[in-house]
């Protein structure tokens, strides 16, 4: 029986523990990946359109978060700038060559490209110019998404990437339903929780291996400000947005 209201909470909780028991083999391996980007200097680029913009926020300049992040975005793509805009945004292709022309991805760099269905066209062609780069990629989508979603490109995103994510949302996101209504997305809970569980992987590994991580802190705890006065002084050159 699908769950009510009153137990939707809990079945979204089991929905992320699944998703971390799938996951769990390729997340100790992005995270390794990740170490070896902080030992030798390099960056991790992120990206996604529509309202994964969303989760190229939360991997970027956040508390905690890893400092050696570079986002490779467009103001276009936020829905916040425009909703419809943004969907018609992400199926230009071409964006790529620009957005990656901004970003200069070095051999050796990771990047993350976060998109539930996988199938958009910038997408696409944002993680082919990253692989032909040198470019270790990582996708974080839905297999059900990309099973289900029309294909707008001549690949989906699973095919291009080293490694699949699977937050195994529902396709079309919206996971509870009454009388034929859906709501309550999930791909950008699930993809922040994968996430948050690849930075206490790549600080478990690190602290085993003695590797300082770059981890941002909050300004808003005392020497936070200090802290990451030194950090931007180290990325500001290499990660514009900053």
């Known amino acids: 029986m699908p769950p009510d209201a009153d137990t939707f909470g809990a079945a979204v909780c089991d929905h992320l523990a699944a998703a971390e028991e799938r996951n769990?083999?390729?997340?100790?391996?992005?995270?390794?990946?990740?170490?070896?980007?902080?030992?030798?200097?390099?960056?991790?680029?992120?990206?996604?359109?529509?309202?994964?913009?969303?989760?190229?926020?939360?991997?970027?300049?956040?508390?905690?978060?890893?400092?050696?992040?570079?986002?490779?975005?467009?103001?276009?793509?936020?829905?916040?700038?425009?909703?419809?805009?943004?969907?018609?945004?992400?199926?230009?292709?071409?964006?790529?060559?620009?957005?990656?022309?901004?970003?200069?991805?070095?051999?050796?760099?990771?990047a993350v490209i976060f998109s539930n269905s996988g199938a958009n066209p910038l997408p696409v062609a944002l993680a082919r110019?990253?692989?032909?780069?040198?470019?270790?990629?990582?996708?974080?989508?839905?297999?059900?998404?990309?099973?289900a979603a029309p294909a707008r490109a001549d690949a989906k995103l699973d095919e291009i990437a080293d490694a699949l994510l699977d937050t195994g949302v529902p396709a079309g996101d919206a996971a509870f339903e009454v009388d034929g209504a859906r709501t309550a997305p999930l791909s950008s809970?699930?993809?922040?929780?994968?996430?948050?569980?690849?930075?206490?992987?790549?600080?478990?590994?690190a602290r085993h291996d003695g590797v300082d991580v770059p981890l941002w802190t909050s300004a808003n705890v005392p020497g936070g400000d200090e802290r990451n006065a030194d950090l931007l002084a180290r990325y500001r050159p290499r990660i514009p947005l900053l």
């Open 129 to 147: 110019g990253l692989r032909d780069a040198g470019v270790w990629l990582v996708a974080v989508s839905s297999r059900p998404a990309l099973e």
């Open 189 to 205: 809970v699930t993809s922040t929780f994968l996430w948050n569980l690849i930075l206490a992987r790549v600080a478990e590994l």
């Open 24 to 110: 769990r083999d390729m997340l100790a391996t992005v995270a390794e990946r990740i170490l070896d980007v902080v030992r030798a200097d390099l960056r991790i680029h992120v990206a996604g359109t529509g309202h994964s913009s969303a989760l190229v926020l939360e991997a970027f300049y956040r508390a905690g978060g890893l400092a050696c992040v570079n986002p490779i975005t467009h103001p276009g793509l936020v829905p916040l700038n425009g909703g419809i805009a943004s969907t018609v945004l992400e199926r230009v292709a071409d964006l790529a060559d620009v957005l990656l022309a901004q970003a200069r991805p070095d051999p050796g760099d990771v």
